[in-house]
């Protein structure tokens, strides 16, 4: 028994399909992190909104206390 050696032609459709293989991959992690980055920035707001609501009601706690200290 004996294992044929790879043509030029073997080596050159394996390179190609490796290659087309390593776009796609390429392209989905660029998708992906693009995905990320919008669900970080939505998440950002969110959090910038809850801080602030979070803010307006500890002054409506805290100001009726405060006024007559100064």
């Known amino acids: 028994m004996s ?4 043509t ?5 459709r394996l390179f190609q399909e490796t290659d087309l293989l ?3 991959q390429s ?3 660029e998708r992906r ?12 707001k969110q ?5 602030g609501a ?3 009601f500890v002054e409506d706690l805290v100001t009726p206390h405060v006024k ?3």
């Open 3 to 6: 294992i044929s050696q790879p």
């Open 68 to 70: 007559g200290c100064f």
């Open 8 to 12: 030029l032609e073997d080596v050159w």
């Open 33 to 44: 992190s693009q995905e990320t980055n919008r669900q970080i920035k939505e998440l950002d």
């Open 54 to 56: 979070w803010g307006g």
């Open 22 to 24: 390593l776009k796609q």
């Open 47 to 51: 959090i910038g909104r809850l801080g």
């Open 27 to 29: 392209q989905e992690a």
